[in-house]
């Protein structure tokens, strides 16, 4: 059974998870649209390896914010990047962009290789300390997740350009920091994925109900059984996407 006094780390968490998927729903419809899975993956490891990088130069450690603008300068060099070769090499981008993801996490490994606590940063970039989230941290990514929001309803073109990468590396890179990787692409492609067969009008609608249903059961079940966080929201949203989509399926052969 749930704890109540959880709730001062439970609630943070939540409202973190929610904060990551109010943007990641409307960016990872984008990303099935054009086809490129494997985008949110190579930027968060990019992402990744910008703190990684950072943790590495204790000058750059000491900067303030570090954790903040090192990650975000890779990630915007590496949205720039895939932004460049989605012009020159569209027939081949999915692939490419594969091999820019496992690169960059063999170098990050590289990287930690020699440091004595290299594994448990690895282990935290990649799965995530939603947990230990507080409020305080949740202050510039509800900031620039209002923003983008907002940009993107009085701009919906913003979506389609080259501004889409922009945007996704900005984003990418304060979720990498509150989710971790895994949890990132998880919220990125799974409510999408349940969704991407309906187009009722109610399509946005349940594509974020997925998303709440999947991060609500994932908290509670982590606080309840002591289980990996990221582990079990991932888990539970895959859960909640596969039911919708049965849901869906389902309603639409009655309809048939």
């Known amino acids: 059974m749930l704890d109540l006094e959880l709730l001062p780390?439970?609630?943070?968490a939540f409202v973190a998870g929610i904060l990551v998927l109010s943007t990641h729903v409307v960016l990872g419809r984008q990303v099935l649209k054009r086809g490129i899975i494997f985008i949110d993956l190579a930027i968060a490891q990019v992402a990744a390896l910008g703190a990684i990088v950072s943790h590495m130069d204790h000058r750059l450690e000491e900067l303030p914010f570090s954790h903040v603008?090192?990650?975000a300068?890779?990630?915007?060099?590496?949205?720039?990047?895939i932004a460049w070769l989605s012009k020159r090499f569209a027939d081949e981008l999915e692939a490419i962009i594969g091999c820019f993801y496992v690169l960059s996490a063999?170098?990050?490994?590289?990287?930690l290789s020699n440091d004595p606590h290299g594994a448990e940063l690895l282990k935290q970039l990649m799965s995530g300390q939603i947990l230990w989230?507080?409020?305080s941290?949740?202050?510039l990514p509800g900031v620039v997740s209002a923003a983008i929001l907002l940009l993107v309803v009085i701009r919906p073109q913003v979506l389609d350009g080259a501004g889409?990468?922009?945007?996704?590396?900005i984003v990418i890179t304060l979720s990498v920091e509150l989710v971790g990787v895994y949890l990132v692409f998880s919220t990125l492609i799974l409510p999408a994925l349940a969704l991407n067969?309906?187009?009722?009008?109610g399509q946005l609608v349940l594509t974020y109900v997925v998303g709440f249903v999947g991060y609500l059961a994932g908290v509670i079940l982590s606080a309840s059984y002591d289980l990996p966080s990221g582990a079990a929201i991932v888990a539970a949203l895959a859960f909640s996407a596969i039911t919708m989509r049965v849901l869906l399926s389902f309603n639409q052969t009655n309809n048939v």
């Open 9 to 12: 780390i439970l609630l943070p």
């Open 69 to 71: 603008w090192m990650p």
């Open 73 to 81: 300068l890779f990630a915007l060099a590496g949205a720039g990047f």
């Open 106 to 111: 063999v170098a990050a490994m590289l990287l």
């Open 133 to 135: 989230v507080n409020w």
């Open 137 to 139: 941290q949740l202050v």
């Open 164 to 169: 889409f990468y922009f945007l996704f590396a």
């Open 197 to 201: 067969k309906c187009h009722g009008k």
